[in-house]
């Protein structure tokens, strides 16, 4: 027999799981609507346990009901506990990806390539809850907004220290031409060049060029 | 004031240092101290951060001045222009993003008292509330909203434990002495008390660091 708290656990597995990964595992829809259930069910216990006392309950003179209420109690804090965990740490998750510049369509459609290839288009494979869409999409309004404060610094940029202005690089995928400030240049596939680190560290960081050396 | 800030007024290698220079010291101090100590630490109230906009605004002018210009010799300068400048920007996003660390960590704690929010930019404070309004929607609409309305707080402290978390003032740091001054710090066992020369490192809770640094006794290091 299930016992309280033990889908409140999984999704704790869940959240400990997705720490560790580089890639947002799919919403767990139905786990997170069960222990909601969980929680309204023991709600209800709750109350029509206390029904018949009125308003007058007294835990010492009958504490097998105020044992079971104890439990109650504990039992719906703690799954709730464990959903705010869960999504927290979802959440953490697509705020880093918005920081590091990712599209909510490329993280759709990554995960519908790696699960079952071709269906990328249909939106089924997509790893996100329809919130969490809404979510990363407004997280990304907001650091926008708040960059847009910052315009000479680029608070995505790198956060290793720099060393050189100018720096190797190799192109993994076309990248179309860049203006920088010694003309244009065009960055086809496998071609190397040497440029000014920070006209193309949004490049580097989005897998257009590597840094060489 | 003290007899050190007396000194230093009539010091005249003290003003003849110039602003700019202060203002990079005052950044690099700061950085330092936000990346070392556990908790968020004030927002620098003097206007520091809109000298050093305006600063780094001028260079980038600067360099696209001399960029037209094909003498080797302006070309040499443009690149240690520019190499300040990508180490300048690199401080101040290094700073940002540390304090943006801390208040995303803990941004109920940040914003439940007065006294925590003064700490916060005027920037900083939109951008935590916003964020905290999105995730508790967030939460609303994915589960928190179907439940009874007496378990959809976000800050209960329930059975004395708060839901919300605060940082771990109890955590080490390390400090430089920048004056002569006793220290006493918290140990497990027994609490120890030591006479500092200035410039002698020590490691101590930062709980006990703290009214030293914000005296500009100590800086962290």
């Known amino acids: 027999m299930p016992m309280y708290g033990d889908l409140g656990n999984k999704l704790v597995q869940h959240a400990k799981r997705t720490q560790n990964l580089t890639h947002l595992p799919p919403y767990q829809t139905e786990l997170v609507r069960a222990v909601t259930r969980e929680v309204r069910d023991l709600d209800k216990d709750v109350a029509s346990l206390l029904e018949p006392f009125q308003g007058s309950f007294d835990p010492s003179a009958d504490q097998a009901t105020a044992c079971t209420l104890l439990v109650n109690h504990l039992s719906m804090r703690r799954n709730k506990r464990c959903l705010l965990a869960y999504h927290r740490t979802r959440t953490d998750k697509l705020e880093e990806l918005v920081w590091n510049g990712s599209d909510v369509l490329d993280l759709a459609g990554q995960q519908a390539g790696g699960v079952n290839g071709a269906a990328a288009d249909s939106g089924a494979g997509s790893s996100l ?40 690089v190799r192109v993994l995928k076309d990248a179309g031409e860049i203006q920088t400030e010694y003309g244009a240049i065009n960055l086809t596939k496998n071609s190397q060049f040497y440029v000014r680190q920070g006209d193309v560290e949004r490049l580097i960081a989005q897998g257009y060029l590597q840094k060489l050396g | 004031m003290d007899i050190d800030d007396i000194l230093r007024e009539v010091d005249p290698t003290f003003h003849s240092i110039p602003q700019e220079k202060r203002d990079l010291q005052e950044l690099t101090r700061a950085w330092i101290a936000e990346r070392s100590a556990p908790e968020l630490l004030a927002w620098p109230a003097d206007g520091l951060f809109e000298r050093i906009n305006d600063n780094i605004k001028q260079q980038i002018e600067k360099v696209e001045e001399m960029t037209g210009d094909m003498d080797p010799k302006t070309n040499f300068a443009l690149i240690v222009i520019q190499t300040e400048l990508e180490r ?27 006294e925590l929010r003064a700490r916060l930019s005027e920037m900083e404070l939109a951008y935590a509330t916003r964020h905290q309004a999105l995730l508790h929607n967030h939460y609303l609409s994915s589960f928190l909203s179907s439940f009874p309305a007496n378990l959809q707080n976000l800050n209960d402290a329930a059975a004395g434990i708060s839901m919300i978390e605060t940082p771990d003032l109890e955590s080490a740091v390390f400090i430089r002495a920048l004056k002569d001054t006793p220290v006493e710090a918290r140990g497990v066992d027994t609490d120890a008390y030591a006479d500092l020369k200035e410039s002698d490192i020590v490691i101590l809770r930062w709980a006990d660091a703290k009214k030293l640094v914000e005296a500009g006794t100590a800086e962290l290091v």
């Not at chain 1, 969490?132 to 990304?140: A, I, L, N, V």
């Not at chain 2, 101040?92 to 109920?108: E, F, N």
Request: without cysteine; glycine residues 4%; negative net charge.
């Open chain 1, 129 to 168: 809850s329809p919130q969490e869409e809404d979510y990363f999409r407004q997280y990304g309004d907001l650091l926008s907004a708040y960059k847009g404060q910052w315009t000479d610094i680029d608070l995505t940029g790198s956060l290793e220290p720099p060393r050189d202005l100018f720096i190797d």
């Open chain 2, 88 to 114: 300048y920007r690199y401080l101040v996003r290094s700073y940002l993003r540390a304090r943006i660390a801390k208040i995303d960590r803990h941004t109920l704690h940040y914003l439940s008292t007065d």
